[in-house]
Each structure stands twice: as C-alpha cells, then as structure tokens.
C-alpha cells in the first residue's frame, strides 16, 4: 500500500512527447484522477490525496512534496525528481522510477506518469493534475484519451477525495 500510495502521488505515459518548462510545473498541483495498468480493488485505491508541491532545484531537477494519512497519522514525503536528456523526463529511486510530465494545453492541468521497474516487472501509472481542486470535464476527457492511446484501460480510472494537508508528526 505505501508503495502504491507513493506511485499515485507520483504516477505521476512512456514516450510522452510534449516537455514541460520548469516554471510551468512547479506551484501546488491538485489530483484530479489516477489510472494504474493494475486492476486495483476498492480497498487499495487511496481514498483521500493531498495536493502535491512542486519546486524547482538546480540543473532543471524538481522535488515534489506532499503530505498523507496512515494509521492515522500524518507523513510528510519528499521526492527528488532528477532531469533526464529527454525533455519532460524525469528518473527517481536511482532511475528505477521514471516519470513523464505532459501539459494538457488550454485546461491548467498536467498528467504526470509514471513506469516503475520492480520485481521483473513494470507497472505504469498516471495522473491527472490539476492547478486548483475545481472538476475540469475537459481535462477529463483529454486524459481519458492519453489513457487509451498508452494503453491503459479506461475502466481503471478512479478519483480520490481532496483533503487539505495534514500537520506531520516529529
């Protein structure tokens, strides 16, 4: 569960084409939706997200950073995002993780997705981001196309639960 918990924040397409100029991503980003190559039960979707902070640091690298619930309890998560050579790519965990941003143009959201390499295996993610925590159907729609063409089912698209950030323990 943490793990995915970290992927959907995260999940942040293989070969998505369009880049992303550091000050266009960076600022406070809102899940909108979450699709996984997964069939995921209900029990294991995350219910609630928190908005996700992205800044930027040296040589075009990002770190996102957001808060979440287990046990209840707060955790705060930092994840350095390191650019690659390809535009719009970007490798964590030692490049294990690789995480792919692509602009929705006209709709103020992103899609953040990720392939993550792990036990032999890949599993591929995505997220529908957003600028402000308002329902967009037209970013919805968009998404729901990139889905398709990655080959991801449309059918395993859900949506979480905003919740404001939580206070971390120390």
């Not at 143009?105 to 402000?132: A, I, S």
């Not at 080959?151 to 939580?166: A, D, K, R, V």
């Amino acid at each position: 569960m943490k793990t995915l918990l970290l992927g959907v924040m995260l999940g942040l397409a293989a070969a998505l084409t369009f880049a992303l100029e550091e000050e266009d991503i960076t600022g406070t980003w809102y899940v909108k939706a979450v699709v996984t190559d997964k069939d995921l039960p209900e029990e294991k979707r995350p219910r609630k997200v928190s908005p996700v902070t992205v800044t930027a640091l040296d040589r075009g690298d990002l770190e996102a950073t957001f808060t979440f619930m287990r046990n209840d309890r707060c955790f705060q998560k930092k994840i350095l995002m390191r650019k690659t050579e390809e535009p719009g790519k970007f490798s964590t965990y030692g490049g294990r993780k690789l995480i792919y941003l692509q602009e929705l143009p006209g709709t103020d959201h992103c899609v953040f997705y990720c392939k993550d390499q792990r036990h032999g295996g890949l599993f591929r993610m995505g997220e529908l981001m957003g600028r402000n925590p308002d329902t967009n159907l037209e970013a919805l729609e968009e998404f729901k196309k990139l889905v398709q063409r990655k080959g991801l089912s449309e059918g395993n698209i859900f949506t979480p639960l905003q919740m404001g950030s939580c206070v971390p323990e120390h």
